[in-house]
């Protein structure tokens, strides 16, 4: 006689939903995405499901009630999860890029999100099998499809990208009308503050008038009975005093230097002329804005060049809030922007596309003349037309559902490469599946 022994099925508790009455600030899809994240985390630290579920809402809420816009909703979660990763002794796996004077080691935003094994792993928040369709292209056929997005030559002017002179070999015009010009060419306005100063002729201040600015923008948002613009830096209104200090007013010098520039050549012909994404990054000296670091990365995210730069002038800030370079960084660079251009102009022929995002701004620090550009801030536009432009890190966080350029130690130029690359796959891929339907 066969005897059947009774089993209690478990009670597995439902996991909890972000609640529709905490507000809608941010979208719910968006804070269910991050809850779901927490949740995994507060599961490895509590006693029980139920006490983890509602740490977890707890935490997620915290993280919403303190921000006041999308990037701070983002920026709060990622530190919430680092707090409770490190809480239940899971260690993250540094991402190290390639530095022509040490390596730079970074937190890699997939290891934040999903743990030290994250870059193995596929997981619910950035990797769907549906989202590696572009990577399968390779080569000339790449090529072909981001034909299509390549930049006209009156795209290349409207969105102020350097163009040659056919009268002064060596330079560069822009047909991008400047916002401020002075007739007096002393005179310069503060990138920071926007107050004017006066630089003389050998780069040497009038006066040296301390800088206080507000390192974030000014944003838009709607509250009851309308809008209000804070800044993203310190909550602010416009009126408010800056919270940054600077030692000396500075200013973007690149759109009045146009000489020192190079154009890609003509090479022999061939099916797939190459694609490559760049980035720089950039410090202020007493020249102006001037190039500090350049990435470049290939269709594979591979990076294939990079290097940090020495400036001409002295520097006044290496900006690392957002380049995350130091001055001992610098320590021992003789690499002058002059090495950086021998070195791309044999990498890049004029039928090389090269991606990145507002891309004319990279080519000017570069001085670099090229043609065959796809700018990801004109194939993603802003819905209110030029002279807006999207964030880089919006796109990515709305198309791929990845955070990045959340790192306190600055930007990372590969990352933010690496981006540019990845959107057009993500573009491309939604190209073929449109046309198979």
Request: aromatic share 8%; net charge positive.
């Amino acid at each position: 006689m066969f005897t059947c022994q009774y089993f209690p099925l478990q009670t597995t508790l439902k996991r909890p939903t972000v609640p529709a009455e905490f507000g809608s600030k941010i979208p719910t899809s968006t804070r269910q995405l991050y809850l779901n994240k927490i949740v995994d985390e507060c599961l490895l630290i509590c006693q029980s499901e139920q006490a983890a579920y509602d740490r977890a809402l707890k935490e997620e809420k915290d993280c919403y009630d303190r921000c006041t816009a999308r990037q701070g909703y983002l920026t709060a979660t990622v530190s919430t999860i680092r707090r409770l990763r490190s809480e239940h002794g899971l260690t993250t796996t540094p991402s190290k890029a390639v530095s022509s004077s040490q390596q730079r080691p970074k937190m890699s935003h997939a290891a934040v999100l999903g743990g030290s094994k994250a870059a193995h792993t596929s997981f619910s928040i950035h990797r769907h099998p549906s989202q590696s369709t572009g990577h399968s292209l390779q080569g000339a056929e790449v090529y072909r499809h981001l034909l299509q997005y390549v930049l006209t030559e009156e795209q290349m002017k409207e969105n102020g990208f350097p163009r040659p002179s056919m009268d002064k070999p060596g330079s560069a015009l822009l047909f991008k009308e400047q916002t401020k010009k002075f007739s007096d060419p002393t005179m310069k306005s503060c990138a920071r503050c926007g107050k004017q100063f006066t630089v003389l002729n050998n780069n040497r201040y009038l006066k040296r008038d301390e800088c206080v600015y507000h390192h974030g923008k000014l944003w838009k948002r709607r509250v009851a009975g309308g809008f209000e613009s804070r800044y993203t830096c310190c909550q602010g209104d416009a009126q408010a005093d800056g919270c940054c200090t600077g030692e000396l007013h500075v200013w973007d010098s690149r759109k009045e230097d146009l000489d020192g520039y190079v154009t890609t050549l003509q090479k022999s012909p061939t099916e797939d002329p190459g694609v490559f994404a760049l980035d720089c990054e950039m410090c202020y000296t007493y020249g102006g804005m001037e190039l500090t670091r350049v990435s470049v990365v290939n269709w594979s995210n591979k990076l294939v060049y990079e290097t940090l730069v020495k400036p001409e002038n002295k520097v006044i800030d290496y900006n690392t809030r957002f380049s995350g370079i130091k001055e001992e960084d610098m320590d021992g660079i003789e690499t002058t922007i002059r090495d950086v251009q021998a070195v791309l102009l044999s990498m890049f022929s004029a039928d090389t596309i090269l991606l990145g995002h507002s891309l004319e701004s990279d080519l000017l620090s570069l001085k670099i003349i090229h043609s065959k550009v796809v700018d990801t801030s004109v194939v993603f536009p802003h819905k209110m037309g030029p002279p807006f432009k999207r964030a880089l890190r919006t796109l990515m966080n709305e198309f791929l559902q990845k955070i990045i350029q959340n790192d306190v130690g600055g930007h990372d130029s590969k990352e933010d490469a690496v981006a540019c690359v990845d959107l057009m796959k993500w573009r491309i891929k939604e190209d073929i599946r449109s046309s198979k339907l």
